[in-house]
């Protein structure tokens, strides 16, 4: 059972979601590590050992790209972005590496971070939004769903994460 006092701290909480800066780096990575860590994830071939996940401001400087940080009370919470999809065709990009703290689930905060990167996308001029995933990470798949991802059954691009499972597009 939520609490009321729990309730009332979500009223009063400052939600902020902004581009990457450099700074954020640090926050990110750690979110992200232990998010992996986990849903028993942390492994070769997942972002895990990504080395753009120590360095996201650098892996987001294209211009047909953006990462998207969420920041609840000046603390960040989650981040997802978009980049062209690596290997593949230009028309498609990838939804890229949404992860949040425990403490930032449950508050549509997800939603708004995924409905901000397919906006870019669109504007970007992609026709598809492609993503990867893992079976177990139940409340992600549902919310790709319920915003038009659906399964495909087999990877695209070359992504370097071959331990994901799941692959899902949305037409853009």
């Not at 996308?121 to 769903?145: D, H, V």
């Amino acid at each position: 059972m939520i609490s009321f006092n729990y309730l009332l701290s979500l009223m009063n909480a400052n939600l902020e979601i902004r581009t990457i800066q450099k700074k954020d780096n640090r926050s990110l990575s750690k979110i992200i590590k232990s998010t992996l860590e986990e849903f028993n994830a942390a492994m070769e071939g997942t972002a895990y050992t990504d080395s753009e996940t120590d360095a996201m401001f650098e892996a987001y400087a294209d211009n047909k790209s953006v990462y998207y940080v969420a920041l609840l009370n000046n603390e960040i919470v989650a981040g997802c972005g978009i980049n062209p999809l690596q290997n593949g065709d230009k028309d498609i990009c990838e939804l890229q590496k949404m992860y949040m703290s425990p403490n930032a689930r449950g508050q549509k905060i997800g939603k708004s971070l995924l409905s901000k990167c397919i906006d870019f996308a669109k504007q970007a001029g992609y026709q598809q939004c492609y993503l990867e995933t893992f079976p177990n990470m139940r409340s992600a798949i549902a919310l790709y769903k319920k915003n038009g991802f659906y399964n495909i059954s087999h990877s695209l691009g070359n992504t370097c994460h071959y331990s994901c499972n799941v692959w899902m597009v949305k037409d853009l």
